[in-house]
């Protein structure tokens, strides 16, 4: 089944490289629903962009999950997440770690819901600058509001 055209109210594939599997792009899944998966990536030290795309031509109610994992992450060291679109930061935490695995101001959120414009730049990128590197990966539910 394609996906609709994108004129005349359709939610159409704008921004989309990836229709299946992992990467930085989301997928038109059927009627108003899209997604996307980053797979798994260590980031070391610095920023990586997990999802970067366009949407598409019509608002999309959306939920990013990011999945850092802590354990790995050395006490003082922070983890987190920054969310661009259209080329200004939006959103940014980073947590910092203590000591045995717990977090300054409590355990910090992984969820971050947001209704986004059509045809807006969205770039999430996850964060730390821990040396040894952390594991992140990151999940993309989008409804579309019609």
Known sequence: MAAPSGGGGGGGPVGIA???GTGSSISWLGGKYWGGWSGEITITNTEQAMFDF????????????FYPD??????GNKAGFILEIDGEVILKSLNEAEAGGRFTGGVPSNDIRLVIAPYSRVVFK??????????????FRGKEIR
């Open 126 to 139: 996850c964060s730390t600058n821990d040396g040894d590197g952390i594991g992140f990966s990151c999940a």
């Open 18 to 20: 990836n229709p299946v």
């Open 54 to 65: 366009t949407s598409p031509t019509i608002p999309l109610n959306c939920l990013f999950s």
């Open 70 to 75: 802590y354990s790995e992450l050395g006490s």
